[in-house]
């Protein structure tokens, strides 16, 4: 491992004050508002918009965040060396809503956790080196530092690796998506009987996400809505309340 990637278990997270924009108004939040006392998952990643970490790295975690929840977990932060602009708009375009999207926008956290790295040759400047912590009470516990190779490794910093270290036993919530349209109560009810479950669901409406010709292709049929849940094809509402009551 470089100098620069630092594994500070058993120390205290750096001491700094985030400026966000919220509200269009500027806020203050320190490090010890969101570490003291509390117990935080924090995960660091190269930059916002970026492949891997739009596709994987923050979706799982926001995916997962109600299992965290249920072991312990107060709040999921990610932090990545961008403005509070880009990290807004990231947020808005990820639907992260479970996951607080933090920027480090002069990199003094990532400098101060020996984790700012030289990314000139991408044209990004100085920047995180992917990595996730365990912060108890301010005490870094845990972290899961990518390998030091060449690129930019996605190997153990993401949230299954984090969840298992927290519980092996917890079991993730199996994936959940449901096709549907605007105006029809079919999919009203099968939507609410999800919401009483209390599973969360990824919800694919016709017309926005995706087409009739897609419906057709994925599920081999016609009329919405089709539920999705772990890989497999539950079908309509009332077979998505069979599927429940067995």
Same mark, same amino acid.
């Given at each position: 491992?470089?100098?620069?990637? *630092? =594994?500070?278990?058993g ?17 203050? !939040? /320190? ?6 006392? !509390? /117990? ?7 930059? #916002? ?7 994987t790295?923050?979706? !799982?975690?926001?995916?997962l965040a109600?299992?965290?929840? *249920? =072991? ?11 403005d509070?602009?880009? @990290? =807004? #708009?990231?947020? #808005? ?10 920027? $480090?926008?002069?990199g003094?956290?990532?400098?101060? +956790?020996? +984790?700012?790295?030289?990314? *000139? $040759? ?7 080196? !992917?990595?996730? +912590?365990?912060? &108890?009470?301010?005490?870094i516990?845990? @972290? ?13 910093? $993401?949230a299954?690796? +984090? ?25 009203t009810? %099968?939507? %609410? ?6 599973v969360?669901?990824e919800?694919?409406?016709l017309? &926005? ?7 057709k292709?994925?599920t ?5 809505? *089709?539920?999705?849940i772990?890989?497999?094809h ?10 429940? %009551?067995?």
């Amino acid at each position: 491992m470089s100098q620069k990637l *630092q =594994n500070r278990e058993g120390q205290v997270v750096p001491r700094v004050v985030f400026k966000i924009r919220d509200n269009n108004e500027w806020k203050l !939040r /320190t490090t010890d508002d969101i570490f003291n006392g !509390r /117990t935080v998952v924090l995960f660091s990643l190269p930059g #916002a918009f970026t492949p891997t970490c739009s596709s994987t790295h923050l979706p !799982r975690f926001n995916e997962l965040a109600d299992t965290f929840k *249920q =072991n312990g977990v107060d709040e999921i932060v990610c932090v990545s060396v961008n403005d509070t602009f880009v @990290m =807004n #708009a990231w947020a #808005a375009d990820q639907e992260s809503d479970n996951v607080t999207l933090i920027p $480090d926008g002069n990199g003094d956290f990532t400098r101060g +956790m020996g +984790m700012l790295v030289d990314k *000139q $040759d991408l044209g990004f400047g100085e920047r995180s080196w !992917r990595y996730s +912590m365990l912060v &108890k009470d301010g005490v870094i516990e845990k @972290m899961f530092i990518e390998p030091d190779v060449a690129g930019d490794p996605f190997e153990v910093s $993401d949230a299954d690796t +984090m969840l298992h270290y927290i519980n092996p036993q917890a079991k993730a919530p199996e994936p959940v998506s449901i096709f549907t349209k605007p105006g029809c109560g079919y999919c009203t009810r %099968a939507k %609410a009987l999800l919401d009483e479950k209390g599973v969360r669901y990824e919800e694919i409406v016709l017309g &926005k996400d995706a087409t009739l010709t897609s419906l057709k292709a994925v599920t081999g049929r016609e009329t919405v809505p *089709q539920v999705f849940i772990g890989g497999k094809h539950i079908g309509g509402s009332e077979e998505l309340a069979a599927h429940f %009551a067995e």
